[in-house]
């Protein structure tokens, strides 16, 4: 088994829909959770980080954390075309362990 | 303030080859790392560092070195190209260990012929 799952889309979606990305994971050493976005032929960006399960907002993204299903997901609310991109989720150790570990990545196309 | 920076931003190899990727960041940070980037494999970290004179091996270390004698240069050499190098790296910086947010470069493209 992967030690995480993302579905790599495309995902196509009409300016304004709610979209919702997920990545399931399998490791419960994992404490910091994290989303990445990469726009075409640029380095990924961070755009949110959670450290425990719940949910956290920021602007129309909101990234929620489930770790009695080892699950997370990243909403995005009134989608905008310039939110098209490929959106990764990451996951830390946390303490020593300093490694990184990313998804395959979805690619979003929002449909103006 | 230019973050990290990889020179160069796209390389063209022969089979055999070798070169080595440069990675500068002017953000003082501890950690770097060395990923590459290829379709429906993801990121993929070959070798990290945890500062200046340390090297770690990652997931896909093979065919690849890595140095830190100073704190802002990352340095990932290929020893001898192959067709199966030919991807995107990235280099990545990262303040601490309780510090999440990792900071990448614009990414060297590199072809293996």
């Known amino acids: 088994q992967k030690e995480v799952e993302q579905d790599p889309g495309p995902l196509s979606v009409p300016e304004g829909a709610i979209v919702s990305l997920n990545c399931t994971y399998s490791?419960?050493?994992?404490?910091?959770f994290m989303w990445y976005r990469q726009y075409s032929r640029k380095g990924p960006e961070l755009l949110m980080y959670t450290y425990s399960s719940g949910n956290k907002e920021d602007g129309r993204f909101t990234a929620q954390v489930d770790k009695s299903s080892k699950y997370i997901s990243l909403f995005i609310r009134d989608s905008q075309p310039s939110d098209s991109a490929t959106y990764l989720c990451a996951f830390h150790y946390g303490g020593a362990t300093n490694k990184l570990i990313f998804g395959t990545g979805t690619l979003l196309a929002v449909q103006p | 303030n230019a973050g990290v920076t990889q020179t160069p931003k796209f390389r063209v190899l022969k089979t055999g080859q070798s070169m080595t990727l440069l990675c500068a960041q002017d953000m003082n940070h501890e950690y770097m790392y060395w990923y590459r980037q290829d379709p429906g494999m993801g990121l993929r970290l070959i070798h990290y560092?945890?500062?200046?004179?340390?090297?770690a091996k990652g997931e896909v270390p093979d065919g690849y070195n890595v140095s830190r004698l100073k704190k802002q240069n990352f340095l990932l050499g290929l020893e001898s190209a192959a067709p199966s190098q030919t991807s995107v790296y990235f280099c990545?910086?990262?303040?601490?260990?309780?510090?999440?947010?990792?900071?990448f470069g614009q990414g060297t493209r590199l072809t293996v012929v």
């Open positions: 490791n419960s050493a994992f404490q910091y």
């Open positions: 990545v910086a990262r303040g601490g260990e309780m510090n999440t947010e990792a900071f």
């Open positions: 560092s945890v500062g200046e004179g340390t090297t």
